[in-house]
């Protein structure tokens, strides 16, 4: 027997009495209820406080809108190398495919989930690796690597040759259709009574899985014409290019890049490689790997690149003391434990291995401010959730770009991908080692 207080109609009434008699609690009931929690804890002097000026600040492109998807990781990569074309060329503005991409990314990936299960389809199905494949048979979540794998074997287009389609922003639909072809395919590969059965199984799937795919984004283009128009007014007509021709041509850097985390597990030693396995959307493909630094070491490599013109991809866990309207991050921007009248105070490491925190968005950084004592006080981030809120048609501020306190980032920042040589020298080393394995169902997957 336990010692803690029953819940019953008498605590339940003490408890009532308690809080219908409390002041405060009745004012945070009436605000709340009223305009919502984020509009009732709203700390006006944070927002004040951080100053959307950046010394530091790269192009601002026009952003662009994942809207009703899970293709941040995607959009922020993309994005990031959008911005050196855009200077060579003289351009106000310009896009990648995101849906063309998103095409083959789902193709490789349910070619990637029925060779896991293929190989594993003696392992009982409540086995922790199993089930990790049949939660995320088709999910829209990735890593920079990702981007990395697909680009180097399908190439990229600009966004004219492959628009943006209902099911490329709204994934839902095709997302629970591709499921539930792989895991239909999943338990007959399972049942097979022989590997040959098997094999036929798996490529029977890959092609409905390919036709549902199809349906619901288009086929991708082959080849196209790259054209444009310049700042100046100049009309340019390059000619016909291969997706793969065109990502050789202007982006030779994409794989380049290199991934610092920082690791809040005290366990997770520093200055060391950790790669997750199965953390991949390619067979043979990159996994996703990175090198665990000190949050110093980190900011540096961010700060470096930025100055050198570089944006920087960047994951982040993006609904925590998040004002998206007024473009804000900030640990006070919401005064939540004043309005609860209870104690949320919790350490990073904390809230990572409790499941309250982890990476849920990627975003690109574009922009810092430094103190007068030469610390970073701010960084300016580039979003792809549009430039107004979805519900009232409001123009947010910053048209999309937002600001970001270093101590939100400090406290909710967890990768960046970034070019080696803004990697410090020491770390070098460090890139080429055998990484150490994490399983499948890691945190930091």
Known sequence: MNSFVPLNQETLAHLRSQLLDDPAATRARNAVTS??????????????????????????????????????????????????IAKKLNLENVNFSHSYVQYFDKLERSRFFLTEIRARRDQDIDHRVIAQLLRFAAEDGGWYGYVGNLVHKYGVVPDYAMPEVESAGNTRELNRALSHVLRRGACRIRDAENDTEADAIVDATLRDAQRVITVHLGAPPTEFMWQYRTKDDTFVREGMFAPREFAEKYLPDFNNMVVLAEDPRSDKPKNTRFLVELCTNVVGGQEHNYVNVDMSV??????????????????????????????????????????????????????????????????????????????????RVENSWGSQLNDQKTELVGAGYATMSDEWFEDNVFYVAIKRDFVPEKLHKVLDTEPVRLPAYDLMF
Request: aromatic fraction near 8%; include cysteine; charged fraction near 25%.
């Open 298 to 379: 980190l900011k540096d490599a961010v700060a470096a690149s930025i100055e050198a013109g570089e944006p920087v991809w960047f994951a982040c866990d993006v609904n925590r003391q998040f004002n998206r309207k007024l473009g804000v991050w900030d640990p006070q921007v919401l005064d939540l434990a004043g309005v609860y009248g209870v104690a949320l105070d919790s350490t990073k490491e904390e809230r990572f291995i409790s499941g309250e925190s982890q990476p849920t968005h990627a975003m690109v950084l574009s922009g810092f401010d430094r103190n007068s004592d030469g610390s970073i006080r701010a960084w």
């Open 35 to 84: 305009v919502g929690i984020d509009d009732a804890a709203l700390n006006r002097e944070a927002v004040v406080k951080l100053d959307h000026t950046v010394e530091h600040k790269l192009d601002s492109l026009a952003v662009t809108d994942q809207k009703r998807s899970g293709r941040c990781w995607l959009f922020a990569a993309l994005n990031v190398h959008r911005h050196a």
